[in-house]
Structures are given as structure tokens and as C-alpha cells.
């Protein structure tokens, strides 16, 4: 988050940072609690499909997705980030340039989809009529496509009570249209279709909330200043995308679809409580830009950053772990118990995942392009090094493990690199929380083996969990916390800030 209690001499545009600070928490708060809705709506849906789908078509619907992904970062050649990270202010040219690239490309690829469709279902041994469901969910990227310039819009002023509005519309539409069609019987189009019928309706949300009216220009040395950070962006996320290929693409060719769907259980379920702090993620990459020539207020923000997204995710991660089993059973059915291990193994390495994502966004907010782009580099020679033999030889929980050692490899590669930038202090902000989920984890874990015998009782020992986590927490950090949630309250405009001042 942007701080914005700081020195005079830090920074002259004092009244700016604190207005950026303000909307940076402010933001924070809308978006984890709303999104916390969200992914609880989307968790409920995602229950009701795993209960009426099979294993086997959701490893389809995974590896259809993945193929569609591939396309989509081509898509955008990182406008939307180069955009957003642009110093200064941006013109109509600027935003046509960019919207007119964007839509050639995907004019483009969606043409090439519709051309490789018969081979790429030929190569997953799927059934025949799986090439028109390629080529109806490649129309999503035509469709995503032209949200990208409105929600920028609304992303650099950290406009994000706003974002999500048309997410709320995204979130509830899906949902209720997938799980009504995979009710009657409609089987992996169920997803395509409420995708589909989901993104046309966010397009429409966001254009009301963002107007923004599409146009089309060209300016070659300005598309040309757009895509030297935009591309080298879009290549760092599309290493991330091969690296994480592991599963899809080779485990689905060795495996099958039905343990593509397992792993994809397991990856979804596991990643739940990073889910929720995604969207801090999402302001801290405008926010340090806007920040970026500081660099001691850089450290600030990267500090409060860890403190709060370490303090939600490690209870969020131990809880899950000491409970996984009965939830398994009691909400998702023991069909899905083989995802388990993989289950296990993953959520050990989203522990991780706070601090790793918390610098890579430091380093693409700072233009550190080639950092960024060089640890990628690095994540994916070592996933598939590690993951191809280890699926051979223990199947798909081997593609899982892999993934596991490149989260844990990624922890001191980060460090290392930010400490050349900015002297972090990282165990400082983090010890209290993670040996408070810890104690927590286990006792909730102890106390589940005995209690739990439905659900309800299951959603009692969960509270339960976090309540002994708070306690733990209290014991440990006393008037440190009570600091940071006055600090908290001074950001979101009640009478009494940290120093007890409005």
C-alpha cells in the first residue's frame, strides 16, 4: 500500500501522496471486501459444479482454457500495463493507438484459433465436437479486449470502488448461468457459454462506469514508446503462462484430462487465499509506480504491503490446511479426495507467494524490466526440469511438486534482488502472523479431528480457527496492532488516525 504518513523532505508533493496513500488503502479495503463476496459466490458455484460435473470435464474445460490463454497474451502485447505504468498524463492518442493495436491483434488470432482448432483437439484425443467450443471461447478475447482501455482509465487514479461494479455482474452472471446449464445436462459448455454471456455483460458494466468512447489512431513512435515497456511485460507473463504449461499441456498428454482435472482442483482450491489478496496486488502495481522516484517511501509502502497481505494469507493458508479433508468430504465429495496430495503440496508453496508477488510488482512498477523478466526465465527452465521426470515417475501429483520448488526457489531470488533496489525489512513484518496461523493451524486441525461431523459444525471450528489465530495474534504483536488498525482507520477517513489527529 502507498503510505501516506511521511516527512516533509520525503517527497514534495505532499498533498498528492497523501491523497494516493488514501485511495491506496481505501481501494484495498473496497476490493478484499467485496472480493471476499465474490470469490465466496464463485466458491459456492464452483461446489455446485463439482458436485454435478466430473473430474474428467473439468480437466477439458482446463485444457480448452489453456489454449485460449495462450492466444490471449498475444492479445494484449502489455498496453494495459504500459499504459498504466506510462509517467505523466495520458493523451486520447495514447489510449486510441493502443486500442487500435490491440484490436488488430486479436482480429488476428482469433482467425488462427478458428484455423487450429481440428489439430488441437486431434493432439488431446477430444471429442470432435470440442473444436467449435474452441473456436466459441476464443470470441472471449474479442470481447475481454475491449475492457482494457476503460479499465485503465479507472486503475491509474485507483479508482477501484468502481472496478468492481462490473465484476459483481461478472461474478453473479457466471455462476448462476454455469451451474443452471451444467444442471440441465449442458456438461463443459456450461463454462463456455456462461463466459461468454459473463464477459459481454462486464463489457457493457464497464463502459457505464467508465465511459470511454472507442476510436481508432496511429502514431508509430508513440505505439513504438508503449510497446518497449509493453512487450517485455507481456513476454514476462507469457514465461509465466509456459512455465505453469507443466500441467495442462504435459500432464494432460501423459496423464489424460481426468488428472488434468485433479490438478486443477487442487491449484484453484489451494490458490483461494492468494485469490483474496489479489486485488491488494492489483493497487500496489499503480501505486508504486506513482511512487517509483522515491525510494523511502518505496520501502515504506513495500513493508506495509508484506505486514497486510502476510496477515491475511498465512491464517487463510494453515486453516485451510487443518480443515481440507473434512471440507472435501462434506462439501465437495470424496470423488475429489485424489487432488488431495497435490492439494497439500501446493498450499505450502502459496506461503510463499505474498513476498514473491509483492517484488515482482515492485520490480515492473520500478521498470525493472529485465529483473523480472530474467527470474521468469529462471521459474520455468526450473518447473520443467524438475516437473517432466517427476510426472513420470509419481504421475500428476509430480507436476504439482515442481510447481512447489519454483514457488520455494522464487523466495530468496526475490529477496536478493530487491535488497540491490531497496533494503527490506521482511521477517520483521511477517514473524507474528505466520507463527500465529501456525499455532492456530494446529490447534484448529486438533480440534477438527474431534468436532466435526456435518458442515455447520465445520463452519463453527473455521471461526473457531480465527479467533485462536486474533488471540495469537494479539499476544504477539499488543500494541503494534492496535498502531497499524489506527493507521488503517486515519487512511479510510475516521476522526482518529495513528497520531490521533483527523
Known amino acids: 500500500m502507498v503510505e501516506a504518513v511521511v516527512d516533509q523532505d520525503l517527497i514534495p508533493e505532499r498533498e498528492e501522496v497523501e491523497i494516493l496513500g488514501k485511495r491506496a488503502v481505501k481501494g484495498a479495503v473496497v476490493l478484499t471486501s467485496r472480493k471476499f463476496l465474490l470469490q465466496a459466490l464463485s466458491y459456492l458455484g464452483s461446489i455446485f459444479l463439482a458436485r454435478i460435473l466430473t473430474p474428467q470435464i473439468f480437466g477439458v474445460f482446463a485444457i480448452v482454457s489453456f489454449v485460449i490463454t495462450f492466444f490471449s497474451f498475444f492479445a494484449d502485447a502489455g498496453l494495459g500495463a504500459a499504459l498504466i505504468q506510462k509517467k505523466g498524463k495520458l493523451d486520447k492518442d495514447d489510449l486510441r493507438i493502443a486500442f487500435t493495436l490491440q484490436q488488430s491483434v486479436v482480429t488476428i488470432l482469433i482467425v488462427l484459433i478458428f484455423i487450429l482448432s481440428p489439430l488441437i483437439v486431434r493432439h488431446y484425443q477430444l471429442a470432435s465436437d470440442m473444436v467449435w467450443l474452441i473456436r466459441a471461447f476464443s470470441l472471449s478475447l474479442f470481447l475481454t479486449s475491449l475492457k482494457t482501455i476503460p479499465l485503465i482509465l479507472l486503475e491509474r487514479k485507483l479508482k477501484f470502488g468502481r472496478v468492481v461494479i462490473p465484476e459483481i455482474v461478472e461474478v ?69 503462462m509456459v512455465k505453469d504449461a507443466v500441467m495442462p499441456v504435459f500432464v494432460g498428454t501423459v496423464c489424460g484430462a481426468q488428472a488434468v482435472g485433479y490438478l486443477n482442483w487442487a491449484n484453484s482450491f489451494s490458490k483461494l487465499p492468494i485469490l483474496l489478496m489479489s486485488d491488494i496486488f492489483r493497487i500496489t502495481f499503480p501505486g508504486f509506480a506513482r511512487i517509483q522516484g522515491n525510494k523511502k517511501l518505496l520501502k515504506v509502502a513495500l513493508e506495509k ?124 513484518n511477517i514473524w507474528a502472523s505466520f507463527l500465529a496461523a501456525l499455532l492456530a493451524g494446529g490447534a484448529t486441525f486438533l480440534v477438527s479431528q474431534r468436532l466435526v461431523v456435518n458442515l455447520f459444525s465445520l463452519i463453527l471450528v473455521l471461526v473457531g480457527g480465527g479467533l485462536f489465530y486474533l488471540f495469537f495474534l494479539s499476544v504477539f504483536e499488543g500494541k503494534k496492532l492496535i498502531k497499524e488498525i489506527y493507521w488503517i482507520m486515519g487512511k479510510l477517513g475516521f476522526k482518529h488516525g495513528i497520531n490521533g489527529k483527523k
Open 305 to 428: 504491503t508484506l505486514k497486510f497481505t502476510n496477515m491475511f494469507l498465512f491464517p487463510a493458508v494453515f486453516l485451510l490446511i487443518a480443515t481440507v479433508g473434512k471440507i472435501v468430504h462434506f462439501v465437495f465429495t470424496d470423488k475429489w479426495l485424489p487432488g488431495l496430495p497435490a492439494f497439500y503440496m501446493h498450499s505450502l508453496g502459496i506461503l510463499v507467494v505474498g513476498i514473491a508477488n509483492t517484488f515482482m510488482n515492485a520490480f515492473w512498477s520500478c521498470g525493472k524490466v529485465k529483473i523480472a523478466t530474467r527470474l521468469m526465465i529462471i521459474y520455468t527452465l526450473v518447473n520443467w526440469g524438475v516437473s517432466v521426470p517427476l510426472v513420470y515417475k509419481l504421475g500428476f501429483n509430480g507436476a504439482m511438486l515442481g510447481s512447489v520448488v519454483v514457488l520455494f526457489l522464487s523466495l530468496p531470488l526475490n529477496i536478493y534482488y530487491m535488497r540491490k533496489i531497496i533494503e527490506i525489512k521482511i521477517f520483521e
Open 172 to 240: 453473479i452472471s457466471f455462476q448462476v448461468l454455469a451451474v443452471s446449464l451444467a444442471f440441465l445436462g449442458f456438461g463443459v459448455w456450461s463454462f463456455v457459454i456462461a463466459l461468454l454471456v459473463r464477459t459481454g455483460l462486464g463489457v457493457i458494466t464497464l463502459y457505464l462506469v467508465s465511459p470511454w468512447k472507442p476510436g481508432l489512431s496511429w502514431n508509430f513512435s508513440k505505439a513504438k514508446k508503449l510497446l518497449a515497456f509493453g512487450m517485455p511485460y507481456q513476454a514476462n507473463g507469457f514465461i509465466a
